[in-house]
């Protein structure tokens, strides 16, 4: 790697990390709004979230006694820099530059680098010697467990139906955008990815530590499970992990299912940077779109479930979805 | 031969209350729990102890009804009814039929504003804040009418010993059945969501199960006792203020779905099918309201002279929203202040059965399953121990052993 590629690469990264922290606060706030007007209620402004990080950022960052003040102070970090790090391989409105990381990683790796942050959070909460985190790091862990399968067998259906295609990289997330998947499948296979579809929007709310799936955070019964015992600045450096999370699981959807561009529907040809500028928004509208279906309107439409039945619905019930969404993409290819 | 012994693993001992998001008042569960299994649940309430009752034997009997009131911020009129009712049995005063009427009426209204705020507080606790909103916003309604009746949303103010401090004209009666039409249709809202929502079925049925012979062993009381198929109410079994004349019978769950559980599902059911049922009383109470005085003795003066000359002791009672409350009062002739008042609230009776509820559930289930019972913990904390900083618990020996001293020092005194 010579020099320059390595100030791109550092250019891109800081530039990226700005958008996803910068955009996820915002997605945040347009989805509390979202919500309290779902529930007739007025709701905070969208900059809520912003408001909140600034004055997170100034209050007490308290460390309880019997933490391990090191593990305790480092997982934000970790939490937030892993989040961030997601971002480095997800292809955003065919930006040139994008993903940042390409050639360095694929699928798999995102599979992997998605737990980091759930698990930055378990070690946050075990080191912060809370019963309640206690309870919130089992249930974490457990959840993790239960969403890998219905995720992992949507992302197996992606490779194996590129793999089919000849692709040097089917596992590359910029071979999957390349090729939108919608266009390579008869009638079955297409109802197989509308399962799979289905079952990557169920899988966001988890992700992301929202109703249904928020019982390691669970307010009402473990008072905030994992992030009890944080505050300030830690807690801060949480949220932001999880804005970033927000806009990584979204995008991570966007760029499996509906990768194509502004300008791959209406061609743009007089200026480039209209196209990109189009390109861009129109990418944040894709994200809307999913986060408004993943996160907004299944939160605000449930009950919590128990631990025992987030694993029932993600093993018995997506994980059955999934496999058969990958099935039908199969048998679409041998007919 | 050695026997080869499995060790089991030891249950992990952790404390939810007496501060936590999952109660909206103090109490402190102990749990042992295997993972997210709870094996033994032990509970100490006692944090929210006011002295009410040692205010009340400081005042005169018609500032105690005002005081009374106090005692539950979501039940008032019920403890006043209550206290009114054994004020009146002490000093003989008879009620206009009337303020009978009128009673009733609050106290149905009263009973459905704190079902819903009931319903409210158990979605929120299951995570569902929808539901919670939309339970709220009905409960506004219902207490904008009661403003509206009485002057007050909560704390109406409207009790008096022998009888009632404002009427109710038939110049309300159109505003009164508009809000009755409003709660029909939002009864069927609400069922839509609170009983047909399948992840409200997944988090409720079967869960926190209070069998009938269970309840028959720990005499619950209200919907929590009616939930388990245990038919209970105060204003059938002891019919007073304008019930009897009423057509009114149990609600318990069987009405809607022909069978009893006993699970948190039966009691979302009870209370839901009890906003309706309340929904028919107060229709049938205006309906029938006759023609009368408010008041048997309408100079405040006038009363608190008959009372300071009454003797005697009486227990009032009353289907609060929760179930019966009773309030013991004795008064002496010459005193203005009752020399006796004990308030036995309904979640006292409702306590015990937290324990059958939550061995077995999960760590998930407490929220709702403390809430199922709709406690109200201020209303029945009567006594802490405390002596310099450390909180005492009597056992059942002690407290014993103290009733058989008192009932000797009260027994020693009437004798002189």
Redesign the interface.
């Known amino acids: 790697m010579n020099a320059t590629t390595l100030l791109l690469t550092a250019t891109g990264t800081l530039g990226l990390a700005i958008f996803g922290l910068l955009a996820g606060l915002w997605f945040m706030g347009i989805d509390r709004v979202l919500a309290a007007r779902m529930q007739a209620r007025i709701g905070p402004p969208i900059r809520q979230p912003f408001i909140d990080m600034a004055k997170l950022m100034v209050k007490q960052n308290v460390v309880p006694a019997n933490a391990i003040p090191w593990l305790f102070n480092g997982a934000p970090l970790l939490a937030l820099a892993s989040a961030i790090t997601i971002l480095l391989y997800i292809p955003m409105a065919a930006l040139p530059g994008l993903p940042v990381l390409n050639l360095h990683g694929d699928l798999v790796l995102i599979m992997y680098l998605l737990l980091i942050p759930g698990l930055a959070m378990v070690a946050g909460g075990l080191s912060s010697g809370s019963p309640y985190a206690t309870i919130g790091a089992q249930r974490e862990m457990v959840t993790m467990i239960a969403y890998e399968l219905p995720l992992a067998s949507t992302i197996i259906a992606f490779a194996w139906k590129l793999a089919q295609l000849d692709v040097a990289t089917p596992f590359s997330l910029a071979s999957v955008a390349a090729t939108p998947i919608w266009t390579l499948v008869g009638p079955v296979g297409f109802m197989g990815l509308l399962l799979l579809l289905a079952t990557m929007i169920l899988v966001a709310p988890g992700e992301l530590g929202r109703i249904p799936f928020d019982a390691p955070e669970a307010e009402t019964e473990i008072a905030g499970g994992l992030l009890v015992e944080y505050s300030g600045r830690n807690l801060a450096l949480f949220s932001l992990s999880l804005a970033v999370k927000t806009i990584v699981v979204t995008a991570l959807i966007v760029g499996l299912f509906f990768p194509w561009n502004f300008t791959d529907i209406v061609a743009i040809t007089c200026c480039p940077f209209l196209a990109a500028g189009a390109n861009i928004l129109f990418f944040l509208l894709k994200l809307f779109v999913v986060l408004f279906f993943s996160v907004t309107l299944i939160r605000i439409s449930v009950a919590r479930f128990r631990i025992t039945q987030v694993v029932d619905v993600y093993w018995k019930v997506l994980g059955a979805l999934s496999i058969v969404g990958l099935i039908l993409v199969m048998v679409d290819a041998r007919i | 031969m050695k026997t080869i012994e499995v060790k089991k693993p030891s249950a992990?001992t952790?404390?939810i209350g007496p501060a936590?998001?999952?109660l909206k008042e103090p109490v402190m569960f102990t749990l042992d729990i295997e993972?997210?299994q709870i094996k033994k649940v032990d509970f100490v309430p006692g944090m929210a102890h006011r002295g009410i009752e040692w205010m009340g034997m400081r005042r005169n009997c018609i500032q105690v009804l005002y005081l009374a009131e106090r005692i539950c911020g979501i039940c008032g009129i019920t403890h006043s009814i209550s206290f009114a009712r054994a004020v009146e049995q002490i000093a003989q005063i008879q009620v206009p039929n009337r303020a009978h009427y009128i009673r009733a009426i609050v106290g149905e209204l009263e009973r459905i504003h704190s079902h819903l705020l009931w319903a409210g507080v158990a979605?929120?606790?299951?995570?569902?804040?929808?539901?919670f909103?939309?339970a709220w916003?009905c409960r506004e309604n219902v207490l904008d009418l009661l403003e509206y009746l009485t002057g007050n949303r909560i704390h109406y103010a409207m009790i008096q010993i022998g009888g009632v401090r404002r009427d109710i004209v038939p110049d309300q009666f159109p505003h009164i059945e508009e809000s009755m039409k409003f709660f029909e249709e939002a009864y069927d809202k609400l069922a839509a969501v609170f009983l047909d929502?399948?992840?409200?079925q997944?988090?409720c049925r079967d869960c926190g199960v209070l069998t009938y012979d269970e309840a028959r062993q720990l005499c619950p009381v209200g919907p929590t006792a009616r939930a388990s198929g245990i038919k209970k109410d105060v204003r059938i079994d002891h019919p007073y203020a304008a019930y009897a004349d009423l057509e009114i019978d149990y609600m318990t769950p069987d009405v809607l779905t022909g069978e009893v559980r006993g699970d948190v599902y039966d009691r979302i059911i009870t209370r839901l099918l009890e906003v309706k049922q309340s929904v028919d009383l107060v229709r049938q109470l205006i309906s029938m309201l006759p023609d009368g005085p408010l008041l048997a003795i309408p100079k405040p003066a006038v009363l608190l002279a008959k009372l300071k000359g009454a003797a005697g002791e009486a227990v009032g009672r009353h289907e609060a929203p929760r179930g019966e409350v009773m309030h013991y009062v004795r008064l002496e002739a010459g005193k203005d202040e009752p020399v006796a008042w004990k308030v036995k609230a309904s979640s006292y009776s409702n306590y015990l059965s937290w324990i059958p509820m939550m061995e077995g559930a999960?760590?998930?289930?407490?929220?709702i399953i403390a809430a199922s019972i709709d406690p109200c913990i201020s209303c029945t904390d009567r006594v802490a121990l405390v002596r310099q900083d450390t909180r005492e618990v009597l056992t059942k020996e002690e407290l014993h052993r103290l009733s058989v001293e008192k009932t000797r020092r009260i027994q020693a005194s009437l004798a002189k």
């Not at chain 2, 979605?123 to 539901?131: K, M, N, P, Q, R």
């Not at chain 2, 929502?197 to 409200?200: A, F, G, I, N, R």
């Not at chain 2, 999960?362 to 929220?367: L, R, S, V």
């Open positions: 992990y952790t404390q936590h998001p999952a993972g997210e979605a929120h606790e299951l995570g569902f804040d929808s539901a909103y939309m916003r929502d399948t992840t409200v997944m988090r999960q760590i998930a289930d407490i929220p």
